[in-house]
């Protein structure tokens, strides 16, 4: 495909489609993937084959989306997330064709900093997936999600609680790399870092 917009430093493939000029420094996108004119993508992402960004959609710095991925209008995900593949997320809580949504009126789906949604993840619209949280593979994320919680499953609920390295904290909430953390408002907050 040709006539791509290839970011100062980045790199778009020669079968991919890049229509948006707010695409950052360093970022690749893959054979396949759409991004579209009115998306935000950040510096140094990598969109994955088959993936697609709608106009509307804003993607942090540092964001990795995993093939077919699809991301839509009103979803905002913030810096160093994780996108499983074949990930979906949804912006309207009632479709039809006969009536359809207005742009404006569709729900905001938020993902904070440092988020891991795993593959085949369905994010219905209106929900906010917090900071540090992990979603498990082929799980459907129906309400908010608290920062540094780990959910799964159909409905997605909360099973432990995950530290920003990645792994399940033990009941104390201190890590084995050395971070600590309290019960917060909207999940957990670090208390001490050793990094």
Not at 137 to 155: E, L, N, Q, W
């Amino acid at each position: 495909m040709t006539g791509s917009i290839v970011p100062p430093d980045g790199f778009v493939h020669d079968r991919a489609m890049c229509d948006s000029t707010s695409v950052g420094r360093g970022t690749v996108v893959w054979a396949y993937a759409h991004v579209l004119a009115g998306a935000v993508v950040g510096e140094r992402c990598k969109i994955g084959e088959h993936s697609f960004i709608e106009d509307g959609a804003r993607l942090g710095d540092r964001v990795t989306v995993k093939n077919g991925a699809l991301i839509w209008r009103g979803v905002t995900i913030g810096d160093d997330v994780f996108i499983g593949p074949r990930a979906t997320f949804t912006n309207d809580d009632r479709p039809r064709v006969v009536a359809p949504v207005a742009a404006d009126d569709l729900l905001r789906t938020t993902v904070a900093d440092g988020a891991s949604l795993g593959a085949s993840v369905t994010v219905l619209p209106g929900v906010r997936i917090g900071r540090c949280a992990f979603v498990g593979a082929g799980s459907v994320v129906t309400r908010d999600v608290p920062d540094h919680a780990m959910v799964f499953g159909h409905p997605a609920r909360q099973m432990a609680w995950v530290c920003a390295c990645g792994r399940r904290l033990p009941d104390d909430l201190t890590c084995a790399c050395g971070d600590a953390y309290d019960l917060a408002e909207h999940g957990l907050r670090l208390a001490a870092a050793v990094h």
